[in-house]
């Protein structure tokens, strides 16, 4: 998330011969100011992993040179392929572009590889391939990295200030999910994000679930939604870490640079759509967690979307920045609720868990 950089230990890789072929993809329209330090960066996260990488730039619908540019940069640790591409208009989104990438990225990793993806005006930290692969060398089918901004960004965007309550209820949130429903894929400290300037995927767990969805927008929230219908660990990971553009004037209507801009001009915007009311989300987790305990667990996945689908109660409604104080409240309460009780059974009745 955007207001939190908080480093975390990057998971050991195990001793292997051999690794799968990663291919990473990033959808480009009108990046030429951007792509540059975009794919430096990748370059020097391939040099710290053994494993064969290749970076798949598709450059679609341009009508400046990101493509030629691209095709100028040094990128020593991987090999660099350069695709220019015309969507036809109703796949010239962000959902339409970034299937696109990942199918071709797709195509080139092979049944047994890992397709990576990040956006054109991001920049991944050194130990970002290695944290994604990390995570998946560790059992996991699919991993949801962190995004922030560094300090420069940052400081050009004061109005983040007012949003730390959001961040804090965010952190509570994924802190209620693990105690409530907690999935030894997903330890704690993970997280509730998902971001397409961030995100790994194997091939096998991709194509099962017949790729990423050409939505319109949150292409990279319906993708881990996907994934964890269809059964599919999914790592919600503080280690892979991705610093964005501050920028307000995006290349996808009511994509991130436009939430930036909802923030800067109006205070009382809605919260990023991640969250919700606490008493939702406490309904919502206990539900699925009785029906993780009753279902097979090859079939919790469908079962469980059907249920959300079809229950008003479980609904997903919006915050509201006026409701963070009281919200945070209700969630730290219960977070100290389920502790004391999580301690009881574990035969101490004084001592809770580390929030």
Same mark, same amino acid.
């Not at 964890?228 to 790592?235: A, I, N, T």
């Given at each position: 998330?955007?207001?939190?950089?908080?480093?975390?230990?990057?998971?050991?890789?195990?001793?292997?011969?051999?690794?799968?072929?990663?291919?990473?993809?990033? /959808?480009?329209?009108? =990046?030429?100011?951007? $792509?540059?330090?975009?794919?430096?960066?990748?370059?020097?996260?391939?040099?710290?992993?053994?494993?064969?990488?290749? $970076?798949?730039?598709? &450059?679609?619908?341009?009508?400046?040179?990101?493509?030629?540019?691209?095709? @100028?940069?040094?990128?020593?640790?991987?090999?660099?392929?350069?695709? +220019? *591409?015309?969507?036809?208009?109703?796949?010239?989104?962000?959902?339409?572009? @970034?299937?696109?990438?990942?199918?071709?990225?797709?195509?080139?990793?092979?049944?047994?590889? *890992? *397709?990576?993806?990040?956006?054109?005006?991001?920049?991944?930290?050194?130990?970002?391939?290695?944290?994604?692969? #990390?995570?998946?060398?560790?059992?996991?089918?699919?991993?949801?990295?962190?995004?922030?901004?560094?300090?420069?960004?940052?400081?050009?965007? /004061?109005?983040?200030?007012?949003? #730390?309550? !959001?961040?804090?209820?965010?952190?509570?949130?994924?802190?209620?999910?693990?105690?409530?429903?907690?999935?030894?894929?997903? /330890?704690?400290?993970?997280?509730?994000?998902?971001?397409?300037?961030?995100?790994?995927?194997?091939?096998?767990?991709?194509?099962?679930? %017949?790729?990423?969805?050409?939505?319109?927008?949150?292409?990279?929230?319906?993708? #881990?939604?996907?994934? =964890? @219908?269809?059964?599919?660990?999914?790592?919600?990971?503080?280690?892979?870490?991705?610093?964005?553009?501050?920028?307000?004037?995006?290349?996808?209507?009511? %994509?991130?640079?436009?939430?930036?801009?909802?923030?800067?001009?109006? +205070?009382?915007?809605?919260?990023?759509?991640?969250? +919700? /009311?606490?008493?939702?989300?406490?309904?919502?987790?206990?539900?699925?967690?009785?029906?993780?305990? #009753?279902?097979?667990?090859?079939?919790?996945? =469908?079962?469980?979307?059907?249920?959300?689908?079809?229950?008003?109660?479980?609904?997903?409604?919006?915050?509201?920045?006026?409701?963070?104080? &009281? +919200? $945070?409240?209700?969630?730290?309460?219960? *977070?100290?609720?389920? !502790?004391?009780?999580?301690?009881?059974?574990?035969?101490?009745?004084?001592?809770?868990?580390?929030?």
């Amino acid at each position: 998330m955007w207001l939190a950089a908080d480093r975390v230990a990057v998971p050991a890789l195990p001793p292997r011969s051999a690794w799968p072929s990663i291919v990473i993809a990033v /959808p480009a329209c009108n =990046e030429r100011n951007d $792509i540059g330090a975009c794919l430096a960066a990748l370059a020097a996260a391939a040099r710290r992993t053994a494993a064969p990488v290749t $970076i798949v730039v598709n &450059a679609n619908n341009c009508t400046d040179d990101t493509a030629a540019v691209a095709r @100028r940069c040094e990128a020593r640790g991987a090999t660099l392929v350069i695709d +220019e *591409i015309t969507l036809p208009p109703v796949l010239a989104h962000a959902g339409g572009a @970034r299937r696109h990438a990942m199918e071709r990225a797709a195509s080139l990793a092979g049944s047994d590889g *890992i *397709i990576m993806t990040t956006d054109a005006d991001s920049r991944v930290d050194a130990d970002w391939i290695v944290a994604n692969l #990390a995570e998946i060398a560790g059992g996991a089918d699919a991993v949801a990295g962190m995004v922030t901004f560094d300090d420069n960004a940052r400081d050009l965007l /004061p109005m983040l200030v007012g949003r #730390a309550a !959001e961040w804090r209820l965010a952190c509570l949130q994924a802190r209620i999910e693990h105690l409530l429903d907690p999935r030894a894929h997903d /330890p704690w400290p993970r997280h509730i994000w998902a971001w397409g300037a961030s995100l790994a995927v194997t091939v096998k767990a991709y194509r099962a679930v %017949g790729g990423l969805p050409a939505v319109p927008l949150a292409e990279d929230r319906a993708l #881990a939604a996907a994934l =964890e @219908r269809g059964g599919f660990r999914l790592r919600r990971s503080h280690a892979p870490l991705v610093f964005t553009s501050p920028r307000r004037t995006g290349r996808a209507p009511g %994509g991130f640079a436009d939430l930036l801009a909802s923030y800067a001009s109006d +205070e009382t915007a809605p919260c990023d759509a991640a969250l +919700e /009311p606490t008493r939702v989300l406490l309904r919502r987790l206990t539900w699925r967690a009785r029906l993780r305990a #009753a279902a097979a667990a090859d079939a919790f996945g =469908e079962i469980w979307a059907a249920i959300e689908e079809a229950t008003p109660a479980l609904a997903r409604r919006r915050v509201r920045p006026v409701d963070l104080t &009281a +919200e $945070i409240a209700s969630a730290e309460g219960l *977070i100290a609720a389920l !502790e004391r009780r999580a301690a009881r059974r574990a035969g101490n009745p004084v001592a809770g868990l580390a929030a």
